[in-house]
Each structure stands twice: as structure tokens, then as C-alpha cells.
């Protein structure tokens, strides 16, 4: 059996980064090693999890692109939904993210605003689709 079980962001501070999750989002910390440079955040059946730049470099031996090196974030996201999309993105704005969309209705009637969080990441704050 094959099972999508994590996303790992490769962050500077493993600990500020999964804090700014926690308490925008919601979402409660599974695990954070001793040493602070790995962690999980219980998500549902796919864990949001978190990567110190030394501790991924050293296990990346080829490298890689650090989201901090781009002005823009990656051609990726990550995607929450809720019900306030106005209120969550206030929230997530008050705890340190930067306004990168501003929200907008779809023609299928959903409400979609991006951010780019603490790491440069994008993140989508969405209703669901109906």
C-alpha cells in the first residue's frame, strides 16, 4: 500500500516557521526534534512538516533552490480551506505572511486569496469548491 503521508518545506527556522502555522491555521504540532531542525504538524492523513536548510542540505547532497533565493515563490502551493477566507487571511497577514493575491470570487463561486508565508512559500486561503 502506497500512501501520501507528508510535504516537507525546507525553512531557516524550523520552530518560527511551524509557530506561524500553528497559530494562523491551526494546526496542532505533532512532533518537534531537540535540536529544532525537523517537525510535524497534524494536518489530517498528510502531515505539514518542516526542514531546517542545514538539515535538508545534508540530505541533499546535489542542492537545491532555497525559497528564500527567489523574489517570487515557487510554481507550488500550498492550499487551505475555510469557511472566512477575509478573516484567515487577515490572520495569517497579522501573524507575519505577506499579502501576494488579493481575494477574488471564481466563476464557480469560490472565494481564493494567496499569501506567501514566513519562508517565501505560497499558500492559497480558499472556500471549498462546491
Not at 517537525?39 to 505539514?48: D, H, K, R
Not at 525559497?67 to 502551493?77: A, D, M, Y
Not at 517565501?120 to 486561503?125: A, D, F, P, Q, T
Request: net charge negative; hydrophobic share 35%; with cysteine.
Amino acid at each position: 500500500m502506497i500512501k501520501f503521508k507528508y510535504v516537507i518545506l525546507y525553512v531557516e527556522d524550523v520552530e518560527k516557521s511551524m509557530n506561524f502555522y500553528q497559530n494562523t491555521f491551526d494546526t496542532p504540532i505533532k512532533f518537534i526534534t531537540p535540536e529544532k531542525d525537523y517537525g510535524e504538524l497534524i494536518t489530517g492523513e498528510t502531515s505539514l512538516s518542516f526542514a531546517s536548510v542545514s538539515l535538508a542540505s545534508s540530505n541533499i547532497k546535489k542542492g537545491f533552490l532555497s525559497s528564500q533565493s527567489q523574489e517570487k515563490p515557487f510554481g507550488i502551493e500550498l492550499g487551505f480551506t475555510t469557511d472566512d477566507v477575509e478573516k484567515l487571511l487577515e490572520k495569517a497577514v497579522k501573524n507575519g505572511a505577506t499579502l501576494y493575491e488579493d481575494m477574488a470570487v471564481k466563476p464557480w463561486g469560490q472565494k481564493v486569496a494567496y499569501i506567501k508565508d514566513l519562508d517565501n512559500y505560497l499558500v492559497e486561503i480558499c472556500t471549498e469548491i462546491q
